[in-house]
């Protein structure tokens, strides 16, 4: 088992930047992948981020390309997400996940096999 706390969440103005962290316990942190979704109200759970098991590989969506960053600690059993010139449209819950797949940097969430409980970002125009 696999336990995700993410923490950082809260609101800005738009332009400004937020970092989340998402701390694990339970199985060791650098035997799965991590990933970063978002769910905005009214929309379905999207991708944002996935960095794989050594941080070596990123992945990120287009629409958070060039302003999300996602990184990790291995030591310290946490994955980041640093968002710079964040947009109203960025405001949504986000969730981080660990997938047990050994390669890659999966997009689908069906991918990955536990979840955050999320944090809230708002962004203000």
């Known amino acids: 088992q696999v336990q995700l706390v993410e923490s950082g969440g809260g609101l800005v103005q738009a332009g400004g930047s937020l970092r989340l962290s998402c701390a694990a316990s339970?199985?060791?942190?650098?035997?799965?992948?991590m990933g970063w979704f978002r769910q905005a109200p009214g929309k379905e759970r999207e991708f944002a981020a996935a960095?794989?098991?050594?941080?070596?590989?990123?992945d990120y969506a287009d629409s958070v390309k060039g302003r999300f960053t996602v990184s990790r600690d291995n030591a310290k059993n946490t994955v980041y997400l640093q968002m710079s010139s964040l947009k109203p449209e960025d405001t949504a819950v986000y969730y981080c996940?660990?997938?047990?797949?050994?390669?890659?940097?999966?997009?689908?969430?069906?991918?990955?096999?536990?979840w955050g409980q999320g944090t809230q970002v708002t962004v203000s125009s």
């Open positions: 960095i794989t098991r050594s941080g070596g590989s990123k």
């Open positions: 339970g199985r060791p942190f650098s035997t799965y992948t």
């Open positions: 996940a660990a997938s047990l797949r050994g390669w890659g940097a999966p997009r689908r969430s069906g991918e990955y096999n536990y």
